[in-house]
T-cell receptor, first 115, second 111 residues
Framework: AQKVTQAQTEISVVEKEDVTLDCVYE???????LFWYKQPPSGELVFLIR??????QNEISGRYSWNFQKSTSSFNFTITASQVVDSAVYFC????????????FGTGTRLTIIP | DADVTQTPRNRITKTGKRIMLECSQT?????MYWYRQDPGLGLRLIYY???????NKGEISDGYSVSRQAQAKFSLSLESAIPNQTALYFC??????????FGPGTRLLVL
C-alpha cells in the first residue's frame, strides 16, 4: 500500500519569510515517482516537480527548492522569500513504477502568505 | 489554449439526475484519468483509460461510468446523482512514467 502524509494542515507566514512544506511517504516499491502540485485559490492543479526514486539530488527552481531523502522517506518543499502569490494548497503525491496508475495524494497543506 | 479542458466548469444538479462531465486534451497522451477532490481527503482516482479500448476502475468507481470517445476525449457520467457526489472533479492526462497534467476542474453541486 502507498501512503503520503502531509502533517501540516495549514501554515501562515509573513511575506518574505522562508517556509518548508513537509511530505513523508510510504511505499514498498523500490522504484517510484514523487510529485508536488500547487492548487491556487482559482482551483486548478499546477504541476511543480517530479522526482524519481533513483535521483536523490536536490533541485532548485527560482525561489522553490526540493529536498528528497530516501533514508527518511521525505520529499520536502521550501519556498524562499515567500510572496503573496505563493498562497495556495500544496499537494505531495506518489506513484509506483509498475502496474499502478494511481497517484496517491497527501491531504494537502494550505499555505497563506500574509502581506 | 489549455492542454486539458473540462466542461462544464460549474454545475448544479438535483438528486437523481444524470449528468456528464467532459474532458478534452491536446497533449497527445494515451492515458486519461478522472479524479474527485473532497475537502481534507486529497484527490481520489475514479477511472482511468490507457486508450480507447482500455478502461479501468479506480478506487472509488461506484456510482460513476466513463466513456473514451477518442484518444483526446474522456467523459465521466453520474447516472443518478446523489448529494455525496458533490465535489471538485478533475480530468488528467499522462503517459507511462510521465507526469499527470490536470484540467481546471469542474465544481459539481448535487442538491
Amino acid at each position: 500500500a502507498q501512503k503520503v502524509t502531509q502533517a501540516q494542515t495549514e501554515i501562515s507566514v509573513v511575506e518574505k519569510e522562508d517556509v518548508t512544506l513537509d511530505c513523508v511517504y510510504e511505499t514498498r516499491d523500490t522504484t517510484y515517482y514523487l510529485f508536488w502540485y500547487k492548487q491556487p485559490p482559482s482551483g486548478e492543479l499546477v504541476f511543480l516537480i517530479r522526482r524519481n526514486s533513483f535521483d536523490e539530488q536536490n533541485e532548485i527552481s527560482g525561489r522553490y527548492s526540493w529536498n528528497f531523502q530516501k533514508s527518511t522517506s521525505s520529499f520536502n518543499f521550501t519556498i524562499t522569500a515567500s510572496q503573496v502569490v505563493d498562497s495556495a494548497v500544496y499537494f505531495c503525491a506518489l506513484r509506483a513504477n509498475f502496474g499502478n496508475e494511481k497517484l496517491t495524494f497527501g491531504t494537502g497543506t494550505r499555505l497563506t502568505i500574509i502581506p | 489554449d489549455a492542454d486539458v479542458t473540462q466542461t462544464p466548469r460549474n454545475r448544479i444538479t438535483k438528486t437523481g439526475k444524470r449528468i456528464m462531465l467532459e474532458c478534452s486534451q491536446t497533449k497527445g497522451h494515451d492515458r486519461m484519468y478522472w479524479y474527485r477532490q473532497d475537502p481534507g481527503l486529497g484527490l481520489r482516482l475514479i477511472y482511468y483509460s490507457f486508450d480507447v479500448k482500455d478502461i479501468n476502475k479506480g478506487e472509488i468507481s461506484d456510482g460513476y461510468s466513463v466513456s473514451r470517445q477518442a484518444q483526446a476525449k474522456f467523459s465521466l457520467s453520474l447516472e443518478s446523482a446523489i448529494p455525496n457526489q458533490t465535489a471538485l472533479y478533475f480530468c488528467a492526462t499522462g503517459g507511462g512514467q510521465e507526469t499527470q497534467y490536470f484540467g481546471p476542474g469542474t465544481r459539481l453541486l448535487v442538491l
